[in-house]
């Protein structure tokens, strides 16, 4: 399979087998990746500062700024393993 293809597949597993699992971190940095992968640089405003939820989110996509969509593509496949294989595939 190609790049696309396994990232895919990945958004898949975690979002069907895994994501109830993870913790807030592995859940932000997934999400980071994604939005990565399939937006590019973050391209919004940073939300306001009652939406803590939303900002954490926007910090981890702006931590990723930078990184190409097809390396933001391999890490989260890479990524989406390691929690597959750490929280198990959940039907």
């Known amino acids: 399979m190609g790049l696309n293809e396994d990232f895919e597949a990945a958004v898949d597993s975690i979002s069907n087998k895994v994501n109830k699992t993870m913790s807030d971190d592995e859940l932000k940095e ?5 939005k990565q992968a ?3 640089d973050v ?3 940073r939300p306001g500062m009652l939406d803590f939820k939303g900002k954490a989110k926007w ?4 931590g990723k ?3 190409s969509q097809d ?3 391999q890490k989260y496949v890479e990524f989406a393993a390691q929690m597959l294989e750490k929280h198990g595939a959940r039907a």
């Open 65 to 67: 700024k930078g990184i």
């Open 59 to 62: 910090d981890a996509w702006s």
């Open 38 to 40: 399939t937006v590019g």
């Open 43 to 45: 391209n919004t405003d």
């Open 71 to 73: 390396d933001a593509k």
């Open 30 to 34: 997934i999400y980071s990746l994604y």
